[in-house]
Structure formats: structure tokens, C-alpha cells
């Protein structure tokens, strides 16, 4: 289960991911302002968001709302220490799709996040996408233009598959890391730049290298 985690209690973050990832055996990604929690939740696949009520730069239910009014259309539960019927109703009201109040057992915890991935809220990413002409499958790896086809590594095309996601904006490169290596890997930010230059030289076979551009300091985008 991925799952990300908006909390801005150090203490109460470092037990939920820990228990997450020894217990739940999720992947777990934790932010701990109310707008990063937007951006990751709008960048990335995720089957729950566990959402603190109360934190800096946009609180739970603020960014709930954004989120619905965007069009996400995920799995969010409410973590919060308002217990009254009200702040239930405030907080189910503002897009959440279930509630629990502080302190919490993580057995119920985890009952609940059970409850809420069988839901399948997300939608399905498409098996393929086509931008400036460019058909990126996902299932094979593969991307088309005209006659030719392009076969990339699954960690290319993952690379890439996220820069198009998000195409026209630019995204770190320790963003990119976690995203296509994960916090726990070994390998340096490097790699990221090596994995760029091989995914250029293949879209060079069909002249579209420009599009993936690099943003010197900061990380990469893909031309929209």
C-alpha cells in the first residue's frame, strides 16, 4: 500500500511511519506542511493519504478541499484531536473519506486504511498517453512517434513516465529520487543525471532530445 503521510508532529510522524513500514509493510512517503502534502498528493500515485488536521501553510481541511476541487480523487483520512460531532462533520464535509480522533490504537489505524484502499478511489492510469505526438506506453516501456518505437529500461521510463505526468513543470532532483529510487536506495544523485542522458540519447533517434530539459541547480522538466 503507498500511502503519504501529512503530519507535522515529529514525534507522532516518525511512529506512524515506522509502524507503517515494520507493521503495514507500506511504502510511506511523509511531508509535514499542508502544501507540500498538495503537490505530493498531485504528483504521485498514492491508495491512502493520511491527513493531520491541524499544520503549517494549509491545514487538513483546507487542503482536503483543494484536493476535491482539483478533481483528486483518492482515499483521505482525517487524523485529529477534535472529537466533537461537528468537527467530524466539518472535517467528512471537506472531502475526507473517513475521520479518526488522537489517540489512536494502529490496529484501527491500519483496519481503516485496509477499509479505504479496497474502495479503489483512484482512477486507473492509462496504459498509454500521447503528448506533442509522442506515445508513451506504460506496460511495455515503449514510446512511438510515427514509425519508429523506442524501447527505454523500466527505471527509464519511470523517469521519464513522471516528468511527462508533470509535464512543463520542473521537478527537483531529489524529488525525482524519491519518486523513481526511493529514500532507502543506495545510489547517489548521479544517477539521476546519468539515467537523463541515456533516456536523451534514445529520444535523440527521433530528434525530440529537447524535450527533457534540464534546469541548471535545480532538476528536469519535460517540455510541455
Request: aromatic share 8%; with cysteine; net charge negative.
Amino acid at each position: 500500500m503507498n500511502v503519504l503521510l501529512a503530519e507535522d508532529d515529529h514525534r507522532l510522524g516518525d511512529l506512524i511511519v515506522y509502524m507503517l513500514k515494520k507493521k503495514g509493510n507500506c511504502n510511506v512517503e511523509w511531508v509535514k506542511e499542508g502544501e507540500d502534502a498538495l503537490y505530493y498528493a498531485t504528483t504521485a500515485h498514492y491508495d491512502v493519504i493520511i491527513m493531520d488536521w491541524m499544520m503549517p501553510n494549509g491545514d487538513g481541511v483546507d487542503v482536503c478541499k483543494r484536493l476535491r476541487k482539483q478533481g483528486y480523487a483518492g482515499a483521505i483520512l482525517m487524523l485529529t484531536a477534535k472529537d466533537t460531532v461537528q468537527d467530524r462533520i466539518q472535517g467528512l464535509d471537506s472531502g475526507a473519506d473517513d475521520y479518526l480522533v488522537k489517540p489512536f490504537e494502529f490496529d484501527e489505524l491500519m483496519a481503516r486504511l485496509r477499509a479505504l484502499s479496497r474502495r479503489n478511489f483512484a482512477p486507473i492510469v492509462e496504459e498509454e498517453a500521447e503528448i506533442a505526438g509522442l506515445v508513451f506506453n506504460r506496460a511495455s516501456h515503449m514510446v512511438r512517434f510515427e514509425d519508429a518505437e523506442i524501447q527505454f529500461s523500466p527505471r527509464e521510463f519511470q523517469l521519464l513516465d513522471l516528468l511527462v505526468q508533470n509535464k512543463g513543470q520542473v521537478l527537483p532532483r531529489e524529488l525525482i529520487y524519491e519518486r523513481v529510487w526511493g529514500l532507502e536506495t543506495d545510489v547517489t544523485l548521479k544517477t539521476i543525471d546519468a539515467t537523463v542522458k541515456l533516456i536523451r540519447k534514445k529520444l535523440s533517434i527521433i530528434n525530440k532530445q529537447d524535450k527533457l530539459q534540464s534546469i541548471r541547480g535545480v532538476g528536469y522538466k519535460f517540455e510541455k
